[in-house]
């Protein structure tokens, strides 16, 4: 149960995430777009590259089929501090 000292948390049933359980990533193409919403509408922050390594902060809770694929969004943070959203298809995850 997470209390403070001004009010009970626990409702929300918080879990913190330890450093070792943080899931990792890595990019698996070139030129993968990280985006600013789970959404390949969406703009774009940056380019990833093949065998950059991202944390993984967690999922987007539905898929987006494009050009006959469906995956799921992931918001990552990459090494220099920059968090978006990278399609499922070009990210592989460590330890699944």
């Known amino acids: 149960m997470i209390?403070?000292?001004f009010k009970d948390y626990s409702a929300?049933?918080?879990k913190?995430?330890?450093?070792s359980e943080i899931e990792q990533g890595i990019i698996n193409d070139s030129s993968v777009r990280l985006r600013t919403e789970p959404?390949?509408?969406s703009s774009i922050i940056l380019l990833l590259e093949k065998g950059d390594?991202?944390?993984i902060i967690r999922k987007w809770n539905y898929k987006e089929s494009i050009d006959g694929e469906s995956w799921?969004?992931?918001e990552v943070e990459t090494s220099d501090g920059k968090t978006?959203?990278?399609y499922g298809k070009y990210l592989d995850i460590e330890n699944e």
């Open 53 to 55: 390594k991202v944390s």
């Open 84 to 86: 978006g959203w990278v």
């Open 39 to 41: 959404s390949s509408d």
């Open 3 to 5: 209390k403070s000292e």
């Open 72 to 74: 799921y969004w992931y």
């Open 16 to 19: 913190i995430k330890e450093a």
């Open 12 to 14: 929300f049933n918080v």
